[in-house]
């Protein structure tokens, strides 16, 4: 039995098609189809049947996902301890934000594919928070407050936030000056989102409602520039306009809490060496400062 194949398996009946899972693998759908096929064969059983939705596991099949799961992680496991020390192989897939990926994360996984040429990264930047487990990632590097979940979360350093607006909306419109006074004021907000101060030592959270909406930071601060009103951005991206002096900080006095970079992974007892890597490297790039 190969272990290639077991993993092949898992990640077909875990995306619930042969295209997505040769997608994660990196293979071509015929590749990931023989091996399907060299499984089942082995076995003497079906594994996976076609639907009208795409893949759905038999009943053997549902039965040995959780095994194939299992045996796949323990190798993996058992591998990376007769490694050689600090050498790494395989496949690893990260998820990241598109707002900093290109910009602050993808310099550090550039660094470990150079230094672990063995080493094979797929990195998917997005905004939205991806299913970890249901599309196959290894870990995400996250920004900002994270929400309670079943994942496990390493803190690797902070990131601070600023309010801003262009100087002609404030000529027009003024600024707030107390947080309480921001919902007088036209804002460039995300979707669903909280802002949050500092007063004194008490947090003070503003539930916004903006006229101008996105899902990323980056098409916010073409807002902002624009005049359309004022928005909460994280400094890193806000710094250079704030220097130039295109934006302006709103409401110095009440200062945003830090928030975090995170690497966040699926739920088991310990990382892969993969995973610890890369979180110790961002450690060292952010660890003591922000990401900008």
């Known amino acids: ?61 549902a039965t040995f996902r959780d095994y194939a799961a299992r045996i796949s992680a323990e190798l993996d496991a058992a591998r990376e301890t007769i490694l050689p020390a600090g050498e790494l192989r395989g496949r690893m897939r990260v998820a990241a934000p598109l707002s900093f990926g290109p910009t602050h994360f993808s310099p550090v996984l550039s660094q470990m594919a150079r230094q672990h040429p063995q080493l094979h990264i797929q990195s998917s930047y ?5 299913d970890l487990v249901g599309e ?6 996250r920004v900002g407050y994270l929400p309670d979940s079943n994942l496990v979360a390493r803190r690797v350093g902070p990131i ?26 036209q804002l460039v907000t995300r979707d669903a989102e909280t802002w949050q101060f500092m ?23 073409a807002a902002v520039l624009d005049g ?3 928005a909460y951005l994280p ?9 130039s ?11 945003i809490p830090p928030a975090g970079i995170f690497v966040v992974r699926p739920p088991s007892p310990h990382p892969t060496r993969k995973v610890k890597v890369l979180t110790e490297m961002l450690i060292e790039c952010f660890g003591n400062h922000s990401a900008g």
């Open 1 to 61: 039995m190969e272990l290639e194949d077991l993993r092949t398996f898992v990640e077909v009946a875990d995306a619930g098609s042969v295209s997505s899972a040769a997608m994660r693998l990196g293979i071509s759908k015929s590749m990931v189809s023989r091996r399907i096929t060299r499984l089942e064969a082995e076995f003497g059983a079906q594994l996976l049947a076609r639907t009208t939705r795409g893949i759905a596991l038999t009943e053997a099949g």
């Open 126 to 130: 997005t905004d939205r928070f991806v």
């Open 136 to 141: 196959g990632f290894d870990c995400a590097i």
């Open 160 to 185: 601070f936030g600023r309010l801003v607006a262009s100087p002609a909306y404030i000529e027009a419109h003024g600024a707030p000056e107390k947080p309480d006074e921001i919902v007088d004021h």
């Open 199 to 221: 007063d004194g030592d008490k947090i003070v959270r503003v539930r916004p409602q903006g006229r101008f909406v996105a899902d990323n930071a980056i098409s916010l601060i």
């Open 228 to 230: 359309l009103g004022v």
């Open 235 to 243: 400094e890193p991206l806000v710094a250079d306009h704030i220097r």
């Open 245 to 255: 002096g295109s934006l302006v900080e709103v409401m110095p006095h009440y200062p």
